[in-house]
C-alpha cells in the first residue's frame, strides 16, 4: 500500500491542506490564540493537538472541554471551577478546565455555544491571565493557551450580536480553515488509504478498495467530512467477513452524491484499477497493461496523469 503524506494524524497534500499544515508550523511556537473553523467532522481538534504537541507547551497538559455539549447552567463552573460552599451541592472546591489546562493548552470547541456571562469571563482570562472561581474572593493567575473552534460562521454571530465581539477579536489572533472533504479532490483517496491500513493493522490483515469503491467514495458529498469517512470504512472492514478487498456493495452511504460525469468515473475506476495491478507486479507497467487487457499507451497516459496530480501542490 502507498504511504501517504501525514502531518500530526491529518492526511492530505491539497493546496488547502498544505496551507492549513504551514500555519500550523508558523504558530505552534508562539502563544497566540487560535481560531480552527470548519464543517463537523473535518479535524478540528486535530489541529489543536497538533498545535499544542509542535509548541513550547507540549510538555504541559492538554484539556478539551465541548461548549455545546455541557448545559449553560454548568458550563461555568466546569470552566472556572467552584468553592466550596459557592451554591447548594458544592461541598468541596473544584478545579475548572481552566486552572487544569495551566502550563499547556485549552481547547474549547463549539465555542459559538458559550453562553454571554461565561464569554464575558473568558474574555476577562485573555486579557489578564487571571481566573476566578465561582464564589472565590480572589483571582488566580494562569498561564493558558486557548484555541477555540466552532462550525458556525462567527463572525456573522457577532455581525447579529449573538457572540461578543471584543472575545471573537482576542479569539482570532491566528485563524485556521479547514476545507470541507466534498472540496479535497484526491485526498480522499490518500485518506481512506491512510484509514484502512491503519483498521488493517489492527486486525492483522492488509485492506484495499476495488476501483468501484474508490469511485463511490470519490462521488459521495461527505456531510461528515472525515469522520464521516472514517466510520464507513471501518464499518465495512468489520462487515466484511474478513475480506481483504472491499467493493463499492460493502459502503454504507448515506446522504446525496456529488455528480460525476461519466468519463469521470470510467478514468477514476481505470487509475485504480492500474495502481492496484502495478502495485502486484511490483511497477511492471507491461504487466500491468497485459492483466488488465489494456493497451500499453493508454495505460502509460493514465499513470502520467495519476503522477502528475500526485506532485501538484
Known amino acids: 500500500m502507498e504511504r501517504q503524506p501525514v502531518f500530526d494524524h491529518m492526511v492530505g497534500s491539497c493546496p488547502a491542506m498544505l496551507s492549513v499544515f504551514a500555519t500550523i508550523e508558523k504558530a505552534a511556537p508562539t502563544d497566540l490564540t487560535v481560531l480552527v473553523l470548519g464543517e463537523t467532522g473535518t479535524g478540528k481538534e486535530l489541529v489543536a493537538r497538533s498545535l499544542h504537541a509542535r509548541g513550547t507547551r507540549a510538555r504541559g497538559p492538554f484539556v478539551a472541554l465541548n461548549c455545546g455539549a455541557i448545559p449553560a447552567m454548568l458550563l461555568e463552573s466546569e470552566l472556572f471551577g467552584f468553592e466550596r460552599g459557592a451554591f447548594t451541592g458544592a461541598d468541596r472546591n473544584h478545579i475548572g478546565h481552566i486552572e487544569s489546562a495551566g502550563g499547556g493548552t485549552l481547547f474549547l470547541d463549539e465555542i459559538a455555544e458559550m453562553p454571554p456571562g461565561a464569554q464575558a469571563k473568558l474574555l476577562r482570562v485573555l486579557q489578564d491571565h487571571r481566573v476566578r472561581r465561582i464564589g472565590a474572593s480572589r483571582d488566580l493567575q494562569v498561564d493558558v493557551r486557548v484555541v477555540a473552534a466552532t462550525h458556525q460562521d462567527l463572525a456573522s454571530l457577532v455581525g447579529a450580536k449573538a457572540f461578543r465581539a471584543d472575545l471573537y477579536h482576542r479569539l482570532n489572533e491566528i485563524r485556521v480553515e479547514l476545507p470541507p472533504l466534498r472540496e479535497r479532490g484526491d485526498d480522499i483517496d490518500r485518506i481512506a488509504a491512510f484509514i484502512l491500513e491503519c483498521v488493517g493493522r489492527e486486525q492483522g490483515r492488509r485492506l484495499e478498495l476495488t476501483p468501484a469503491a474508490s469511485a ?20 465495512a472492514a468489520a462487515l466484511a467477513d474478513r475480506r481483504t478487498v ?18 469521470e468515473i470510467l478514468e477514476q475506476a481505470t487509475e485504480a484499477a492500474l495502481l492496484a495491478s502495478l502495485r502486484r507486479h511490483g511497477g511492471d507497467l507491461a504487466a500491468a497493461a497485459a492483466e488488465l487487457d489494456a493497451p500499453l499507451g493508454e495505460m502509460q497516459r493514465v499513470l502520467e496523469n495519476s503522477n502528475r496530480r500526485q506532485r501538484s501542490p
Open 216 to 235: 463511490r467514495l470519490r462521488g459521495h458529498d461527505w456531510p461528515g467530512n472525515v469522520r464521516e469517512l472514517e466510520n464507513s470504512l471501518r464499518r
Open 246 to 263: 472491499l467493493d463499492a456493495a460493502d459502503l454504507s452511504l448515506a446522504g446525496a452524491a456529488r455528480p460525476l460525469r461519466l468519463q
